[in-house]
C-alpha cells in the first residue's frame, strides 16, 4: 500500500473516532504498522500532516509504533521472524511463508481535546 492512501486511511479513522467523541480536536493519534509493509513512516507522518490541514486532526503527532510479523515457513513448518521484507526461511531457505500476525496499519487510540 502506498504511504500516501495509507496516511489518508489513518486520518479518516481518526476524524471518525473523534467525531463519535464529539471532540474539538485530535491532539494525538497513537498508531502501528507492521514492519512487513515496505513502508517509510517518515512519508507516512508527512502525507498525513499534509492531508490534516484544515480538519479537526490538524496540527496532532502521529505516533507509529512498529510491529513485528513472525512467518511460517509452508516446506518445514518453523516458525520466524523475517528479515527485512524477505520470508528466507532461517531453517529450510525456503522463501515460501505465511506471515502469522496482522499486516498493514491502524490505530491504536487518539487523544482528543473535548
Known sequence: MHESTLAKRLLEAALEIARERGARRVLSVHG?????????RGSIEAHFVANADGTLVQGARLELELDHVAARCTECGVTYLPTGH?????RCGSPDAELTGRTGAGIKAIEVED
Request: hydrophobic share 45%; proline share 14%.
Open 86 to 90: 524477505l520470508t528466507l526461511c532461517p
Open 32 to 40: 502501528w504498522i507492521a514492519d512487513s509493509e515496505p513502508l517509510n
